[in-house]
């Protein structure tokens, strides 16, 4: 057979080295986002489903940390833009045919909205809560009115949240790896499985473990579904996309998404869950820090892969992070 | 009107004068550049084949730069030219990652920086700068909407291709076999 050598002029230091454009700041938004996504998305509806006395915990605890999260995503995603003072531009357009354009006006209504469904359940966290201005409790009384209707606004753009960080970069032709329409129900099944094990972390109720162990148990099998679907869909797909694959199976990133991402955050958590479920004692802790690890490692493997994943100069193809 | 261009694989020595050009015409930062030589050898040896090409930015005309830009910063001129708006990027790096050619950077200024095929100098009734300074007059630059132009009749008269077409952008330089 004939082999290909290539030489290239693109060594300058500026070009090629860094064109892994996106480094930690992505991941850990995307990681973020989808984590805020499942728990704003349980919350909001156990709280239609009226359960707020069996699940006190998804519904009013897990919420309070969300502005939180958002907040550090948002920063990462600030610090990551290299033409900072003008980041304003986002918000001047909006172009439908950018995933990043409406996942910047999603984030500008989620954002406002995980702060106020928040500030609902504050005083029923902390019974000693004091607002300090009557202003702020007053608004939050008189916006606690339409609950309902913010709860399904939550539910709605939870879910908004969550596929479209899948959708951002699947919307990359040019990353044969990222080029898959399952990313985006990968990564919204894997934000709503992180949510949970979020709310298992914090939960005391041994009903509301029960059945967040439950719930967690299928997003986790759901989500391996997916990731086998994946693959598949790769391996029978175009050349580029074999190519992706087969960084996965047997090439530079074989280890790392094996042992990191599906042994350790999903496989491990769903046997020690499912064992629970059958009776056996075991800490919750466990298997709920093992599910977050696993999401947040998901994110890093994916954006990291996806970048080096390419149709030409294939000789670039390496592990950056 | 469609600008585009046709790089003779057959004239090209990989003298890397286009690349010069071009950074001393648009003042590229040291450590940067919009085009690059890439030589493709194919064979084992002695039975070698040796393609050289110049690449830049293939100025597509369904490009996935400007469909991913957030504000709208990247975006298309007259002649199917993609130009980047410096005062409206934001530095997202949506557009490289969204370029199957790997053809745009981040400028040390913060807004990410391509080929412009030279649009100042186009406008002014010149060539691009890389074609103007190639020796072995292998770049040719035109109108291809416009039969009568060098391009379209190189287009005519020789086989040519285009860098992984099969990537959907439509890419506009062509490379002459």
């Known amino acids: 057979m004939n082999d290909i050598a290539i030489t290239s002029g693109r060594m300058n230091h500026g070009v090629d080295p860094v064109l892994h454009a996106w480094s930690w700041e992505i991941p850990l938004y995307l990681y973020l986002g989808g984590l805020v996504a499942g728990i704003l998305f349980f919350s909001a509806f156990f709280y239609l489903r009226r359960r707020e006395d069996v699940f006190p915990t998804a519904i009013k605890t897990a919420p309070l940390f969300t502005p939180f999260m958002l907040a550090i995503g948002l920063l990462a995603l600030f610090l990551d833009l290299t033409h900072k003072l003008y980041f304003w531009r986002l918000y001047t357009t909006i172009r439908w045919e950018s995933p990043m354009s409406w996942g910047a006006w999603t984030l500008m209504v989620i954002f406002p909205l995980s702060i106020i469904w928040a500030a ?23 916006l606690a009115r339409f609950k309902v209707y913010f709860a399904w606004a939550l539910i709605a753009f939870s879910a908004i949240l969550g596929m479209y960080t899948g959708i951002l970069l699947s919307a990359f032709n040019a990353r044969p790896f990222w080029n898959t329409s399952i990313l985006g129900p990968l990564f919204l099944v894997s934000g709503l499985s992180t949510g949970a094990a ?82 056996v004692k075991v800490p919750v802790v466990i298997p709920a820090i093992l599910v977050l690890f696993g999401g947040l490692m998901l994110r890093f493997v994916v954006v990291d892969a996806g970048q080096s994943s390419r149709w030409l100069y294939k000789f670039m193809e390496q592990l950056v992070f | 009107m469609r600008y585009a261009m046709a790089i003779d694989t057959k004239r090209c020595v990989g003298c890397a004068d286009c690349v010069v050009a071009c950074q001393t015409e648009n003042n590229v930062p040291e450590g940067y550049c919009r085009d690059w030589i890439v030589e493709e050898t194919i064979g084992a040896f002695p039975e070698l084949q040796l393609e050289i090409r110049s690449e830049r930015c293939n100025h597509c005309a369904d490009s996935p730069c400007v469909r991913c830009c ?49 649009i100042h100098r186009v406008r002014e009734g010149k060539n691009p700068a890389c074609v103007d300074v190639c020796p072995t007059h292998a770049m040719i630059f035109g109108d291809v909407d416009d039969r009568n132009s060098d391009i379209s009749k190189a287009l005519r008269t020789r086989k040519y291709k285009t860098l992984i077409p099969e990537a959907g952008t439509e890419p506009h330089v062509f490379y002459l076999l």
């Open chain 1, 120 to 142: 609902f359940w504050v005083k029923d966290v902390f019974p000693r809560w004091d607002w300090k201005f009557s202003f702020i409790a007053n608004t939050v009384n008189y």
């Open chain 2, 70 to 118: 957030p504000t709208g910063a990247s975006h298309y001129e007259e002649g199917g030219v993609v130009l980047v708006n410096h005062d409206e990027c934001i530095g997202c790096k949506a557009c490289i990652a969204s370029c199957p050619y790997d053809a745009r950077f981040v400028h040390p200024e913060g807004y990410v920086d391509k080929c412009t095929f030279c």
């Open chain 1, 198 to 279: 979020f709310i298992l972390l914090l939960s005391k109720s041994p009903a509301e473990r029960h059945r967040f162990s439950q719930i967690d148990s299928f997003l986790i099998g759901t989500e391996i579904f997916l990731i086998i679907h994946m693959f598949m869909g790769f391996l029978a797909s175009t050349s580029v996309h074999i190519h992706a694959a087969e960084m996965f199976l047997g090439g530079p990133y074989t280890a790392v998404f094996w042992t990191l991402v599906v042994g350790l955050g999903l496989a491990v958590p769903l046997f020690i869950e499912i064992m629970e479920l059958r009776g």
